[in-house]
């Protein structure tokens, strides 16, 4: 467990810190998170009794581009140590990635002569659908394994190496410019923001499109959704912010479109500076953020709004355990692992958590040290609450657990409200 959990408001003092978006030194901090081990730093059974290395959680913005941050950056080396496996992509991400590489496609009237290029490219689940239209393609993937099933298995050109001006300057001088640039959630990621955002300039053919696609910060504060916080995603993006950003790098974002996935994100478009034409929906949503992207209340509001959320989760959690209830939780999740360290919830309330990645199963939850079993074991032992710390998938999940709910099972699920279903 760990205990060195810090009130959410109060305490918090500014930090000296540059942002990382604009470089202005001093930020305002929203939240603390206190110390909580890293988010998908599972644990084997040999290491519960070690000391479990934990990092301060504290997110925090720049009050000169407004770009919400968090305070602390983990090497990489440490931060993604245990991510030389594969991502899982439903067939709802999937679906996703083809809907827009078909309608850039058909807009863009790509060709053999054209080029489309993902960061962070994984394994090829978005370029595929390029390539199987006969447009050229190149993935970045600094995985070796996966840029290798990208290959292998879906004929997706990749690079293993990590993106930053350096390899798009070189991609551009062997005459690899794109037509058009994705990236999906990978900004929240990058501690060098500026590097990357220079790289789309220097790959991005004169007359190219960058669409990058990034968690609302808007929806985050919106729907409390605290336990996206880790230290995984460094950032937390308005389109204020991004649009500051990309200007830095003479590139304009000329359109902007809300999306519900991963409980509200971002999609924009970015081209060069000199052949920009704004479409009206950058003005709107630039116009509807100067309410509330400086406002310290709103994110004032933000912290107490998480705090009332862990009285009446932990209280309800009390309450069935006093009842004799037994209690497990579906998602060994990093947003999990985020929201039971922040709340203090792990064994003394919860028997075990559920997950469908094999690769987690059988392994200890951060902090909390919860085993982790496949579901199969809601319908073996039957536990008469489970809950939910996947709730952007909560639909799905329901639907699969419809036996464990048939049988009386209930899942708790505690974002953006504490509701029972
Ligand atoms: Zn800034």
Redesign the pocket.
Known sequence: MVHELSPAVGHLVQHNL???????VG?NPILSLGHTPLANALLREEDLTGIELTWPLELAW??????A?ITETVPPETLFRDYAYFSSFSDTMVAHARSIADRLRETRKLDHNSLAVEIASNDGYLLQWYHKAGIPVLGIEPAQNIALVAEAERGVRTISEFFGRELATQLAKSGQQADVIHANNVLAHVADLNGVVAGFAALLKPSGIVVVEAPYLKDLLDHVEFDTIYHEHLCYFSLT?LN?LFAQHGLTIVDVERLAIHGGSLRIFAAHTDSAVVQPAVTRLLEDESHWVRDAALYALFGARVESLRTELVGLLDTLKDAGKRIAVYGASAKGSTLMNYFGIGSERLDFVVDRSTVKQGFYTPGTHLKICDPARLLEDQPDYCLLLTWNFAEEVLKQQSQYRQRGGKFIIPIPEVRVA
Not at 18 to 24: F, I
Not at 62 to 67: K, N, Q, T, V
Request: with cysteine; proline share 6%; net charge positive.
């Open positions: 540059s942002c990382r978006g604009c470089g202005q930020l720049c009050p000169d581009c407004s770009l941050q912010a500051r």
